[in-house]
């Protein structure tokens, strides 16, 4: 069954109109739980109680509000939120087309896939080899769900994808972290024996060798669990000191020769 879109709108740029679709282009496989009370098993139900009033307010009743440094807040209604956005709430709007080696992946944060809409099939086509023909990815602004997102539009595949990405003063960066100073800089024979085990390990990235093996192994007990056939907690596996760091890579070298 094919997905439905979850926008519908244009990308623009230089004057030129694509009507695309926007898909999701993940699925999340996470394992949910819901919060149950443990006397009866009654699953806990969460209400939206006005604290002045108390009592319980219906969705219709809910807006939006932005909370001013006094406490007050500033409603505001949907339509005034669409309108914030003015032309560019059905836009993709690409300002420049870059190098995809220039942005740094710690820049990306979702993803989706681009859909032709009918009357842009040939547009869509055209858009797609141009950025296939010139290596570049167009960065660009969207607006969805009364969010401004900064965009990487570029092809994968026989499709466009469109990655939604951080704004750089939502990065944190390094040098406002604590992390520790290493004690001293590695020595020679050290980075040697490191560069060949990470050699030993150079392969092909494979996305369809990995799964996720601790959903597997939960959906696992919650299926013996509830059938009544756990006896026992699993082990946890601890990490290993790291010891003498030479004889570590050692070992591992030699292991993997």
């Known amino acids: 069954m094919a997905l439905r879109s979850i926008w519908n709108g244009t990308i623009a ?6 009507p695309v679709k926007v898909h999701s282009a993940t699925e999340d496989k996470t394992v949910h739980f819901h919060e149950v009370h443990v006397d009866d098993g009654a699953r806990i139900e969460h209400k939206r109680i006005c604290p002045k009033e108390d009592k319980e307010v219906p969705h219709k009743e809910i807006v939006k509000g932005y909370e001013l440094s006094n406490g007050k807040y500033v409603v505001l209604e949907k339509e005034e939120l669409d309108a914030a956005a003015g032309s560019a709430s ?3 709007e690409v300002e420049e087309f ?3 080696d220039e942005i740094d992946p710690v820049m990306y944060d979702k993803t989706y896939y681009l859909g032709s809409q009918d009357t842009g099939k040939d547009a869509y086509r055209l858009l797609h080899d141009a950025l296939v023909k010139s290596d570049r990815v167009g960065i660009g602004r969207w607006v969805f769900h009364n969010r401004e997102y900064l965009v990487a539009v570029r092809p994968i595949d026989d499709a466009i994808g469109m990655h939604t990405m951080r704004f750089h003063d939502e ?3 390094v040098k406002d972290l604590d992390l520790p100073t290493p004690s001293r800089n590695p020595k020679k024979n050290e980075l040697e024996m490191a560069s060949k085990l990470v050699d030993s390990l150079e392969a092909d990235f494979d996305p369809e060798e990995f799964e996720d093996t601790y959903r597997e192994r939960l959906l696992e007990y919650i299926e013996a669990k509830s059938k009544g056939k756990v006896e026992s907690l699993p082990k946890r596996t ?5 010891g003498d760091l030479m004889a570590a890579l050692e070992a591992s070298v030699s292991g993997r020769s």
């Open 13 to 18: 740029f230089a004057g030129v109109f694509v």
């Open 90 to 92: 059905r836009l993709i």
């Open 98 to 100: 870059v190098c995809a």
């Open 171 to 173: 990065l944190v960066a």
């Open 238 to 242: 601890e990490a290993d000191d790291p």
